[in-house]
């Protein structure tokens, strides 16, 4: 039995599941003999088949090196990602952040003499030489390298210097998440508000996403749903009520908080709105197409994702007036300027997705 196994950081945030789900379909649906096994940081979000596992892979514990090392050596190919492991936030070395992660994944895979690919990555703007010469020794390690926008295409050419494959950009794979009918909108169905908590501007994102939260009330007449993408009590499943106890009294009645115990609950919630105005990427991609979109945008990834996918927004920063900001968020779903342009850029994307499946399961052992 061919086994390939996954390694991106799913678990926590919602986008990761997506991802890692996304690439467990597309493998699938071309060779539904394959098993696939999932690195996971915590496991429960994903639900599991008779073709795909999960296993808990934290460096952090002997049991969870163990769980990788076992996993990769039992492999017949390995897909590095996907998400943002090319990046220095957290981390610009080969131990610490998800740099050092994928730097990991690569050394086994290379160690076990397994072929390595990659998922469509983000590859962000690297702040030190270290972190260059780490991401070059990970991209040096692939058969195939895929990235996911244009900026990262522009990165991985810049920062991976001699490479064996030359960089290649496909869309996001959870843009090809199983899709199900979708009805009419109802009366019933809410706006999402996908903030993104993790350390920096918090108190403006709390600002912005309250009054963003009032005039998606005024401008539709709609429930509002602010919904935390990371389940994690130090990013958004712990920080999102700072908007709520931002609101005016008058409208928190209207107001919900939601954190989806895994994805099928996300995709529900997501798909069903009659909006998503997001920071979070994956909120935007799982709702792309489906629903009208509004991006507030504070990284690399989020301001590709705008210039390459038509979507409204705006670029976050310390200076950012926050009623400004929500009444131009709040129109922008109101109005969805580039629905047809959206569904033909999805359509063109997906279709290209497929060309990624059948390059990768071309390097099986």
């Known amino acids: ?82 998400g943002s492991l090319i990046q220095d936030k957290f981390g610009g070395d080969r131990i610490r952040g998800v740099l050092g992660y994928a730097w990991l994944v690569s050394a086994l895979a290379a160690l076990l003499r397994k072929p390595l690919v990659t998922a469509p990555l983000g590859v962000d703007s690297l702040g030190s030489a270290r972190a260059i010469a780490v991401s ?34 496909v869309c996001d794979p959870a843009f090809a998440l199983s899709e199900k009918p979708r009805g009419p909108v109802t009366d019933s169905a809410p706006i999402v508000l996908a903030p993104a908590f993790e350390g920096e501007f918090d108190a403006l994102v709390a600002d912005i996403f309250a009054r963003t939260a009032e005039a998606a009330r005024a401008r539709t007449g709609r429930r509002v ?37 895994d994805l099928p609950a996300t995709l529900d919630l997501l798909r069903g709105s009659a909006g998503i105005i997001a920071m979070r990427l994956h909120a ?31 670029v976050i920063s310390p200076q950012a007036e926050p009623s400004v900001l929500a009444q131009g968020l709040a129109e922008a779903i109101a109005s969805w300027p580039y629905r047809d342009a959206q569904r033909a850029i999805r359509s063109q994307r997906l279709e290209e997705l497929g060309g990624y499946f059948d390059a990768i399961l071309l390097k099986l052992r």
Do not use: W
């Open 284 to 314: 935007l991609i799982l709702g792309y197409g489906f629903v009208p979109l509004a991006c507030l945008s504070r990284t690399t990834k989020t301001e590709a994702f705008m210039e390459d996918y038509a979507v409204s927004g705006a």
């Open 1 to 82: 039995m061919t086994r390939i196994v996954i390694c991106g950081v799913a678990g926590h945030n919602r986008g990761d599941d997506a991802i890692a789900m996304a690439l467990a379909e597309g493998i699938l649906a071309r060779k539904p003999q394959a098993s696939l096994q999932i690195a996971m940081l915590q496991r429960g979000s994903i639900p599991e088949t008779s073709r795909i596992k999960t296993f808990v892979a934290r460096r952090g514990r002997p049991q969870g090196l163990l769980n990788l090392f076992l996993n990769i050596a039992r492999s017949d190919l390995v897909i590095l990602g996907g």
């Open 136 to 169: 070059q020794e990970i991209l040096r390690r692939c058969a195939i390298i895929f990235v996911r926008d244009n900026r990262s295409l522009e990165n991985a050419r810049a920062y991976g210097g001699t490479l064996v494959a030359s960089p290649r950009r």
């Open 225 to 261: 749903v602010i919904v935390a993408m990371d389940d994690r009590a130090e990013e958004d499943a712990g920080k999102i009520a700072m908007i709520l106890d931002r609101i005016d009294p008058r409208i928190r009645e209207f107001v919900d908080l939601a954190t989806p115990a």
